[in-house]
């Protein structure tokens, strides 16, 4: 069975630097997706940026980036020129593409010191 | 345009009573899957629906039952509650293929009492 593991409860970033979230995960398969969903008190989970599998390239979407090492099954989340904004919950998830259902780490909650 | 809305916002029930929560999924989606997100964690699968049919489900037991309607509206039932069903409830909509991004309503939180 899939698995998704983040073993970073909570993070503090100073705002306007730089911070990296972890994630590993664990599949027998070769072709999925990874995700990065933030959600904010308001309870809406967000997707920040997504991963195919059998793109090389890391994801990019503004501020935030991925490292994904394939081989090593780790996905991390590095959110630069952080701001108030981003204070949220950060989940880390997966999904094979034989099937439709995500699979989620247990989140970081990550805070922004102003 | 109006992203996935659910209803209601917050509910409060005894243990052994039932109760139903409502999707409306995203305008152009045709596909709901429903999350059980308890506190401090992160969501679980319950199950999806697709053309009015359940296609997947989650490790979720048969008090969990679903609904999706001609206009892909969905309502989640859960029977006899117990305590333990104290959760967030997220619903996600996406316009199949299923490779589309699965966008996330607001949830609404369920207390068992």
């Known amino acids: 069975a899939q698995t998704v593991t983040q073993s970073q409860p909570e993070m503090s970033v100073q705002e306007a630097e730089t911070v990296t979230l972890s994630c590993t995960y664990d599949?027998?398969?070769?072709?999925?997706?990874l995700f990065w969903y933030k959600q904010p008190p308001s309870r809406q989970m967000i997707l920040v940026i997504r991963?195919?599998?059998?793109?090389?390239q890391n994801a990019t979407e503004n501020r935030f980036s991925v490292n994904f090492q394939k081989a090593a099954k780790s996905f991390s989340l590095k959110i630069s020129d952080s701001q108030l904004g981003d204070a949220a919950m950060y989940f880390c998830?997966?999904?094979?593409?034989?099937?439709?259902?995500?699979?989620f780490g247990k989140g970081t909650r990550l805070h922004i010191l102003p | 345009d109006a992203g996935v809305t659910q209803s209601p916002t917050h509910l409060i029930k005894t243990r052994g009573q039932q109760v139903t929560l409502r999707c409306s999924p995203k305008?152009?989606?045709?596909?709901v899957s429903w999350y059980q997100q308890a506190l401090g964690q992160g969501p679980q699968f319950i199950f999806q629906?697709?053309?009015?049919?359940?296609?997947q489900r989650g490790n979720f037991p048969d008090r969990f039952s679903g609904h999706q309607f001609p206009n892909y509206s969905s309502e989640l039932n859960v029977n006899a509650l117990l305590l333990g069903d104290s959760a967030l409830y997220l619903c996600?909509?996406?316009?199949?293929?299923?490779?589309?991004?699965?966008?996330f309503g607001p949830g609404t939180r369920l207390t068992v009492l």
């Open positions: 305008s152009g989606h045709d596909t």
């Open positions: 991963q195919e599998a059998y793109k090389q």
């Open positions: 996600a909509s996406t316009r199949t293929p299923s490779y589309n991004e699965q966008f």
């Open positions: 998830a997966y999904r094979s593409r034989r099937d439709d259902k995500i699979i």
């Open positions: 629906y697709y053309e009015e049919e359940e296609r």
């Open positions: 599949t027998s398969e070769s072709d999925y997706y």
